[in-house]
Structure formats: C-alpha cells, structure tokens
C-alpha cells in the first residue's frame, strides 16, 4: 500500500528526532482528520562488513529486523499521541533522499527529524532535508526546536508568484491551529532584482517601503479571502530575509518558506538562505515548492 494525498509521511530512522517528528505529523493528521504513513528505508551496505563471518543475506536480516524495531516504536509513539489516526507503516529498500522523493508524490507533506541515526546516518539536517526539499513534490517539514505553543505561524514572501503556495500552506497551519499568521518581507529581498538596484545611494527609501507593502498585500490578497478567519500581521523589514526569519521565528510555532524565489530567497533550496534555516531555524521549518 502507497501513500495517498490524504496522508501525512514520516521518514523515522529509531532516533529521538524521527520520534519528535512522529508526534508533530501525527497531531497535523489529528488536525486535519487524514492518516498517517510511516516510512523507513532500509538500504544494506555490499560491502563494509566480514563476510567471513556474516553472509550478505544474515546483514540483510539483520537491516530488517532493525527496520521492524523502529517502525513499532514510531507507530506506538503516534498511537500515544493520536489514538484515532489511521496508521501504516513501510519499510522501503533503498538510499533515503530517492525513496521520500518518491513517498512526496502522493503525500500531503514529509516530515523529518533535525538529527537521525541507522538510515539517516546524521544527515537530516543537510543532504537529507536540502536534498528532499529540492526534488520532492510536496511540501517538507524539518522539525527542530520547542514550537511557541500559541504562538503564530511566520511565512517569508519575496514578492515572486513561487511564494503563493508557501502563503496557502501557511494561511491553512494558522487556520487549523487557531492562531495568527506573521507574514513578512524584506526591502533586501526586494532590492537586489528590482529597478531600484543600480540607484542605492539616490534611492528613496519611503518609496520602496510603500512598494514592499503594496507587494506584500498583492500577495496576500486573495488568499486571506479563503481563510477570513485568520488575523495576518503583515511585517515589511529592512533586513536580510535569514536574520529577519530566524528572528520572529524565536516566538512561533511554525515557519513557512518557498522552494524558489528572486533576490534574497532565490534558490534557497541550493543557497545559503535555505542551508541557515534548515540549520538553525528555533522551531518546525516547512519548505514549500511552488504549484504547477
């Protein structure tokens, strides 16, 4: 059985971080009355162990029993949690980053842990997250830090129409959870593709805070129409999009950026931008691709 777009995936490896990333994914299944599917990959080494001593075969065995280990204890961690959501699981043959790209297909989102061992080998963070983020086909949630429990979704909008889907995403989590939605845009992120670029220094700094602005409320426009029960703070700031993200991320319970972008989100997937909140980020980071 395969995942379906009703479904939220957790990639769990036996450590305390896929476990985090256990109950965070099952709590948005929770919220959004959907099952949940857990997933392990299971990828034998050929060579790295004394075959005078174990066969290729008893390895394998041993890589499955592993496997089942950690699957029961991401399923019964997800039960405590959520009695009442469907749960299966699925151990997968295979390197990680190519099997929850292929889980993103038909998932609603993949979730990871900050740290992993076993399939992971320490890597969610960097190749892992960066790698699934930049080829996955649905949104990708890294869970890190202790999420303000009231405290407000926080979504970074270039400007670019590659941050509508990151608003949607954002606007639905603020819906679901009850609580507000900070969405923020830096006046660097506007400035380095804009007109204005090769003029700094003769530039009329009130003129491009009211055209950040008028951006910012462009992007948000129609999409505060389908969730009119959400208060949005919109933050226009003169700062480097990282240092202003990880900042109001301090006091929120998620923050929410796109896969693509122009100026200082650009290819945030691949850059800098993106390897910082990936690293640092206070609380749960989803990284949203834009709609096709």
């Known amino acids: 059985m395969t995942g379906t777009a009703t479904s939220v995936v957790v990639g769990v490896d036996g450590s305390e971080s896929s476990l985090d990333a256990v109950v965070w994914a099952v709590r948005e299944c929770e919220r959004h009355r959907v099952s949940l599917r857990l997933v392990h990959a299971c990828a034998v080494p050929a060579v790295g162990y004394p075959d005078f001593l174990l066969s290729k075969n008893r390895v394998r065995e041993a890589f499955e029993e592993q ?17 009442g959501v469907e749960i299966e699981t699925a151990m997968v043959a295979g390197d990680v980053v190519p099997m929850l790209a292929g889980e993103s297909c038909t ?4 979730v990871l842990g900050s740290r992993g061992l076993g399939g992971f080998i320490g890597q969610l963070v960097g190749s892992t997250a960066v790698g699934l983020s930049a080829r996955g086909h649905c949104p990708v949630v890294v869970i890190r830090g202790n999420p303000a429990a009231d405290g407000p979704v926080v979504v970074g909008v270039d400007g670019s129409p590659a941050s509508e889907a990151a608003i949607g995403f954002a606007l639905e989590a603020a819906s679901t959870r009850g609580v507000a939605l900070t969405a923020v ?19 009329d700094w009130a ?20 969730f009119p029960d959400v208060h949005v703070d919109r933050l ?10 990880l900042r109001l991320a301090e006091t929120a319970q998620l923050l929410v950026v796109g896969s693509r972008g122009h100026g200082g989100f650009d290819g945030m997937l691949l850059g800098s931008t993106s390897q910082a909140l990936v690293y640092h980020a206070p609380c749960p980071l989803a990284i949203v691709r834009p709609m096709t």
């Open 67 to 83: 496997g089942i280990a950690v699957l029961a204890a991401a399923k019964s961690a997800a039960k405590e949690t959520a009695p």
């Open 107 to 110: 998932a609603r989102m993949v």
């Open 185 to 203: 845009m830096t006046w660097t992120d506007f400035i380095v593709d804009s007109p204005y670029s090769g003029v700094r220094l003769a530039m």
């Open 207 to 226: 003129r491009v805070e009211e055209e950040v602005q008028r951006l910012l409320a462009e992007r948000l426009a129609g999409w505060q129409e389908k």
């Open 236 to 245: 226009v700031l003169r700062d480097r999009p990282v240092r202003a993200l």
